[in-house]
């Protein structure tokens, strides 16, 4: 992969820049903004304002046609209103009853932990592994982890799925997060990247104490790197939380109250739809999609910063 | 116990930190990839889990299979009109949210989070947003005397409507340019203007040619995921099984999903999934030849 080890303009982007998008130009100038007549500054700051704002509206207008349809009778999640016409919030107790939502969700927060807290571990194992050490073939295997990246799953899912059956494991919970286990390739990539910018002096210092291997990696590299092992455990967890192929593949065979959540929306798509012989009780598949985006935004309201810059670094690695 | 020396026991120490990572290489991808091309010239029963060898034959009803050729199509055509607009889309929101001083980051939350919106949400929204008859969307088209079409009935229209939630969540993208757009030197710009240069020609001769690596990665990327589209196209018209839906919205993806595990045709599903990896390896390769003659690298290659 020739576009791996190219560096990259935006490689040396600092973090703080991602974080805080506004820390430059705080007089509210971009950089390329500098007319000399004063007019026409006026005018473009209107229009960047008109565009910025209606694109918000784009962008928020679905999640809160979502947040009404939600409570709206049957009749009336079709009629686009922003304000119901008729308040009905016993859609969010009759939802219960309708579909086993409390077990989807709590199947897929179980899943999701087990997956990002695995993923996280060996990850960040591996990265150690490749940080620190020098053995033989390493840039070569760490050539491979990155080649990983670029294998479309397609590939890989019909064997996968053969070994889990084999394994007699298909219908558990364990192909969902069982590969995780075994460490990810971006997440490698990222966690050595955190390492190699750790002092290594205090490693030296650890080893002169006479500390092992395992101590170095768990008492000095792991409480040092929390803000890296946050964006992979916020990373896979809503990979894990929005995966849809993985779960129709092992567990859609089986009884509705084992499904995840994006599993049971799909059934509960088909199970509303008029097409299907349903009654077209949209409303309740728009509960129970606000309530699988919520864990999603409340995640995003705490953790916005290691997201934005989880994804700069994707871009980074070039 | 045997004595080692330092390098000997270091490189074993790590060989052992990086050993869960060699063992799911050598089962879930390695062993998984020649047992995948194993299975592509195989015809799997899966009732006795046996094997007997098929030769060609999976890749022969291939190219005989016309629903192949026409997801295949489809796909194609879906990636060259998403990534383009993907691309374009999330420059100029960056761009925007570049000028901006401490409202940016606001802005930049509002624009992440259809981003956090789990698929199956925003299919379940969509589903209602494009109802061609009392669907938001053609209701705001409407509002300009425009009638909208029938998104996702009408064959033409199925794909842009794909397009159209895969544009709702293109934050992802406008992120990394966002960071690429920070690192351009300033000074860049003020000597640009000192020769006179207009906004498009900085836009064109500094901003274009300095982001281009990003621009190039994003290509890369979103055509890959564009190549193998599935959770959107699924949830809206292969949830059932009642196959009513327009084979226009017979994607790659999903056409590879059901062979395998609604017709439990491994066999045909790996020759397809190999296919699909070909065509991406061509595509990545192609790309790549073409972006390193435009792509501006820092400090020289």
């Not at chain 1, 070569?140 to 990155?146: D, K, P, Q, R």
């Not at chain 2, 979103?222 to 226009?248: C, K």
Request: charged share 10%; net charge positive.
């Amino acid at each position: 992969m020739s576009t791996a080890s190219s560096s990259t303009a935006a490689q040396t982007a600092g973090v703080a820049d991602v974080i805080d998008p506004g820390r430059r130009g705080s007089d509210g100038q971009g950089p390329q903004q500098r007319p000399s007549r004063r007019w026409p500054r006026t005018v473009g700051n209107v229009i960047i304002w008109v565009l910025l704002i209606g694109f918000s509206l784009l962008f928020l207008y679905p999640l809160v046609w979502l947040i009404s349809a939600s409570f709206k009778p049957r009749g009336e999640v079709f009629d686009n209103r922003l304000i119901p016409e008729t308040f009905s919030p016993q859609n969010y107790l009759q939802v219960w009853d309708e579909l086993p939502l409390l077990s989807w969700a709590l199947n897929s927060f179980v899943i999701a932990l087990l997956a990002a807290g695995l993923v996280v571990l060996s990850s960040a194992m591996v990265a150690f592994g490749f940080a620190y050490f020098t053995f033989p073939a390493r840039n070569l295997l760490f050539g491979l982890v990155l080649a990983t990246m670029m294998l479309p799953g397609a590939v890989t899912m019909v064997p996968q799925y053969l070994i889990w059956l084999n394994l007699g494991l298909v219908g558990t919970w364990v192909p969902l997060f069982g590969a995780n286990l075994f460490g990810s390739a971006f997440y490698i990539f990222l966690q050595r990247q955190f390492f190699l910018g750790l002092p290594r002096e205090l490693f030296e210092a650890a080893r002169v104490d006479g500390a092992s291997y395992v101590s170095m990696f768990s008492r000095i590299a792991l409480p040092l790197s929390i803000p890296s092992l946050v964006i992979i455990f916020l990373f896979e967890f809503q990979a894990s939380w929005n995966s849809l192929q993985a779960a129709l593949i092992y567990l859609n065979a089986g009884s509705v109250e084992g499904f995840t959540v994006p599993l049971g929306i799909s059934y509960a798509m088909t199970k509303y739809s008029p097409t299907a012989g349903g009654q077209g009780d949209y409303q309740y598949v728009m509960v129970a999609a606000l309530l699988v985006t919520l864990p999603m935004l409340v995640m995003f309201a705490f953790g916005q910063r290691y997201f934005v810059e989880g994804v700069a670094t994707q871009g980074r690695k070039g | 116990m045997v004595r080692l020396n330092a390098s000997r026991r270091e490189a074993i120490a790590g060989l052992l930190f990086i050993s869960p990572w060699i063992v799911g290489f050598c089962v879930f991808t390695l062993g998984a990839m020649v047992y995948s091309l194993v299975i592509s010239f195989s015809h799997y029963n899966l009732a006795s889990n046996r094997i007997r060898p098929a030769g060609f034959s999976n890749y022969a009803n291939l190219i005989e299979d016309p629903k192949v050729v026409t997801s295949l199509q489809n796909t194609l055509f879906y990636a060259l009109m998403a990534v383009p607009l993907e691309i374009a889309f999330a420059l100029v929101l960056a761009m925007l949210l570049n000028r901006l001083g401490r409202s940016a980051g606001l802005f930049r939350t509002m624009y992440y989070l259809p981003k956090m919106t789990p698929a199956v949400a925003t299919a379940a929204i969509f589903l209602l947003l494009l109802n061609g008859n009392t669907g938001a969307i053609n209701g705001f088209l409407g509002f300009f005397g425009i009638s909208g079409p029938q998104w996702l009935i009408d064959p033409a229209w199925v794909k842009p409507s794909i397009v159209l939630m895969t544009l709702w969540g293109v934050s992802g993208t406008m992120v990394i340019f966002l960071a690429a757009l920070k690192n351009v030197p300033r000074e860049l710009y003020e000597v640009a203007a000192l020769d006179g240069a207009g906004p498009w020609r900085r836009f064109r001769n500094v901003t274009l040619p300095m982001i281009s690596s990003a621009i190039f990665f994003n290509v890369i990327v979103l055509t890959i995921a564009a190549l193998q589209v599935f959770d959107q196209a699924y949830l809206l018209f292969w949830r059932d099984q009642s196959n009513a839906s327009p084979e226009a919205s017979l994607f790659y993806g999903v056409y590879l999903y059901i062979q395998a595990f609604r017709e439990f045709d491994f066999g045909f599903a790996s020759a397809m999934a190999w296919l699909l990896f070909v065509i991406i390896m061509a595509i990545s390769i192609g790309q790549v030849r073409v972006g390193n003659r435009f792509v501006y690298y820092e400090g020289g290659r």
